[in-house]
């Protein structure tokens, strides 16, 4: 839709869809000189798309804030008693002898 309305999008070949995989993908890795120039022209052009590497800029930031703080409050892991291990151990040994029947 957002082609019909706007021909120089289609032009510079950037969907919206596109536009948002790049914007991801810039959190990743440098984008080549041309991809950023897309980049650029389609977000100034669709104000539904502008406003993405933003969001996904205030994602990144928020899951590694809280990837930090949840990881330095999580409590260790808990220790599997042997017995639970060993029955495990017994129900896998099991069911990969009844899948080779």
Do not use: Y
């Not at 082609?3 to 914007?23: T, V």
């Not at 980049?39 to 800029?57: A, I, T, W």
């Amino acid at each position: 839709m957002l082609w019909a309305m706007c021909p120089a999008l289609k032009l510079m070949g950037m969907s919206c869809r596109h536009f948002a995989k790049l914007s991801s993908e810039r959190l990743d890795r440098p984008l080549t000189a041309s991809e950023a120039l897309r980049l650029r022209f389609h977000g100034l052009m669709c104000h539904v798309c502008r406003p993405l590497p933003r969001q996904f800029e205030n994602l990144r930031r928020l899951t590694r804030c809280c990837g930090q703080h949840s990881h330095n409050e999580a409590p260790a892991p808990a220790e599997l008693p042997p017995e639970a291990r060993e029955k495990i151990q017994a129900a896998l040994t099991h069911e990969s002898e009844s899948a080779d029947s």
